[in-house]
């Protein structure tokens, strides 16, 4: 999951929550953890929600292009290109 200064919080969490409970059930039933969540930013510590809620968050380029299966960028507020992060597209 990607954060960033401005992502709306639902936006983050709700799909976290699916990711969550999917994982949780798998474990369960086949013993096979399928995801290890990782909330991320371009420049890592903490990032603050469009509500004002405040997140940690580990630095994109300390986890290994291997680690990751699925990156999943929540939304901003509509219309305000000011809360995105440019150089997300960037990021290697």
Same mark, same amino acid.
């Given at each position: 999951? $990607?954060?960033?200064?401005?992502?709306?919080?639902?936006?983050?969490?709700?799909?976290?929550?699916?990711?969550?409970?999917?994982?949780?059930?798998?474990?369960? !039933?086949?013993?096979?953890?399928?995801?290890?969540?990782?909330?991320?930013?371009?420049?890592?510590?903490?990032? !603050?929600?469009?509500?004002?809620?405040? *997140?940690?968050?580990?630095?994109?380029?300390? $986890?290994?292009?291997?680690? $990751?299966?699925? *990156? *999943?960028?929540?939304?901003?507020?509509?219309?305000?290109?000011?809360?995105?992060?440019?150089?997300?597209?960037?990021?290697?």
């Amino acid at each position: 999951m $990607i954060a960033y200064n401005g992502v709306t919080a639902l936006d983050l969490v709700g799909p976290m929550q699916v990711f969550s409970t999917a994982t949780g059930y798998s474990k369960v !039933t086949t013993g096979v953890k399928l995801y290890d969540l990782v909330v991320a930013s371009v420049d890592g510590g903490v990032v !603050t929600t469009s509500t004002g809620l405040q *997140i940690v968050t580990q630095p994109l380029h300390e $986890i290994g292009r291997e680690q $990751i299966d699925t *990156i *999943i960028v929540p939304g901003g507020r509509p219309n305000d290109t000011t809360v995105f992060d440019t150089r997300l597209v960037l990021a290697r």
